[in-house]
């Protein structure tokens, strides 16, 4: 089983503040992805990476893959309320499946 | 909606009793996946289904046991069941058997007295 661990585990931010998740694993990973997820909802994919160093942007966030695709990062600009919720990181090893993080609870208070 | 379908939604029931939960994933997607969401543990892979057949298996305990019907619905079977087996199950499909996007139904709540 992999361990991925999430930081940090609580955020509460006021809206408009820029805030950083992290994603950290001793297990390279072939893919890894970012969910997020609303109360009495299942997750819901926001993005998958897979080559070490990749960036990609999805409106007010951005997502990084390591260059040696052992972690990753999302950063949210301009934080609003909609974006409140569980983010969760996904990682996978080669032919494995995807193991989830501990998990980000974030709260951004009008 | 995800188009993954969870039966039931929620779920009481006492200690040492069995409980069935029922998933029924998107159309065309030959995978189902199931997963433990609990406070102190996150979400955790229990184990996989492909086209019918068990492909991968994750923390799931021996009083667990699931399966895929060949109408691709799938059956999470939780028996002799203890407090520490309340948690929120959730179901996932995705088209492949490896990688790929995981698509959520919205969960089993199941509290144990």
């Known amino acids: 089983t992999q361990l991925l661990e999430q930081s940090p585990q609580f955020l509460s931010i006021q809206e408009g503040e820029n805030l950083t998740v992290y994603c950290n694993s001793s297990?390279?990973?072939?893919?890894l992805q970012w969910y997020r997820q609303e109360p009495g909802e299942g997750p819901v994919l926001l993005v998958t990476?897979?080559?070490?160093?990749e960036v990609k942007k999805l409106k007010r966030l951005t997502f990084q893959f390591g260059d040696a695709r052992k972690d990753s990062s999302l950063h949210i600009t301009a934080a609003q309320p909609g974006d409140t919720g569980l983010y969760l990181c996904a990682g996978a090893e080669t032919g494995n499946q995807f193991y989830f993080g501990t998990g980000t609870s974030l709260t951004v208070i009008p | 909606d995800s188009g993954v379908t969870q039966t039931p939604k929620h779920l009481i029931t006492a200690t040492g009793q069995r409980v069935t939960l029922r998933c029924s994933p998107r159309s065309g997607d030959l995978s189902v996946y199931w997963y433990q969401q609990s406070l102190d543990q996150g979400l955790q892979f229990l184990i996989q289904?492909?086209?019918?057949?068990?492909?991968a298996k994750g923390n799931i305990l021996e009083r667990f046991s699931a399966q895929q019907f060949p109408d691709l619905h799938s059956e999470l079977n939780l028996s002799s069941l203890e407090l520490g087996d309340s948690a929120l199950y959730f179901c996932?499909?995705?088209?492949?058997?490896?990688?790929?996007?995981?698509?959520f139904g919205e969960g089993s709540r199941l509290t144990v007295l």
């Open positions: 990476v897979v080559t070490g160093g």
């Open positions: 289904y492909y086209n019918g057949e068990e492909r």
């Open positions: 297990s390279v990973f072939s893919s």
């Open positions: 996932a499909s995705s088209l492949r058997g490896l990688g790929g996007e995981l698509f």
